[in-house]
């Protein structure tokens, strides 16, 4: 059974500080790893994507990818209220058959900013 | 917003009826998924079409029946649901996968289903 493993929290942090977020997956064959932002009652929005080990930077997001480890973090800097959500890790499973894949999400962290 | 578009938004339905829900992506991609979302629960993938292939969750149960009569079409056909079903479905779409390596998948808003 191919597994995304999150920390469901609540993870609360203040204003201005970083946020960690950490995912596992058990799928040494995975490729593609993607963390979606979702707000309470709305679906999943895509805020990174990463596919090589180390690092990678958009904004205030940075991605972290050690396949090694089995091991994809998402760091939030600067935290902002507006950032208060659940984040969700994605990552691609070999399956169907094929040309297809299957996307496995976790259950997600909820991550709550405080002003 | 996104270039998929899901409706309804919201859909009561009793356990007797029948109903489908719609998708339609405006992104140019060539692979479309449903989702389900319940509480508590990650989001559990149901089916997958893209124009190449077509591919079925095998654990589905049958009174769910996807159609995708094109690559940027998608319908979901509801007949004889159980309670248990009510949840958020969601309805994703990506660029086929080039070289194994898949591309990211966007989201519509969801259809709430409510079945009583």
């Not at chain 1, 690092?55 to 994809?72: C, I």
């Not at chain 1, 399956?95 to 996307?103: A, M, V």
Request: charged content about 20%; hydrophobic content about 25%; overall charge neutral.
């Amino acid at each position: 059974q191919k597994e995304v493993e999150q920390n469901s929290g609540p993870l609360s942090v203040p204003e201005g500080a970083i946020a960690s977020l950490n995912c596992t997956y058990s799928d040494r064959g995975s490729q593609s790893f993607f963390w979606y932002r979702q707000y309470s009652g709305k679906s999943p929005e895509l805020i990174m994507s990463i596919y090589s080990n180390g690092d990678k930077e958009d904004g205030r997001f940075t991605a972290q990818l050690n396949k090694a480890s089995q091991y994809v973090s998402l760091l939030i800097r600067d935290s902002q209220p507006s950032d208060s959500a659940t984040y969700l890790c994605a990552v691609n499973f070999r399956g169907y058959g094929g040309s297809n894949y299957k996307l496995t999400f976790g259950k997600g962290t909820l991550l709550t900013v405080n002003p | 917003e996104t270039g998929v578009t899901q409706t309804p938004r919201h859909l009561v339905m009793g356990m007797t009826n029948k109903k489908s829900l719609k998708c339609e992506q405006h992104l140019g991609h060539n692979a479309m998924y449903w989702y389900k979302q319940s509480a508590k629960k990650p989001l559990e993938l149901m089916f997958v079409y893209n124009f190449k292939e077509q591919t079925e969750n095998n654990s589905v149960p049958s009174r769910f029946s996807p159609e995708c009569p094109n690559s940027s079409h998608l319908f979901l056909h509801l007949h004889t649901l159980q309670p248990e079903d009510s949840a958020l479905y969601l309805c994703a779409s990506s660029q086929d996968e080039r070289g194994g390596d898949p591309y990211e998948q966007y989201f519509g808003p969801g259809t709430r289903l409510t079945v009583t």
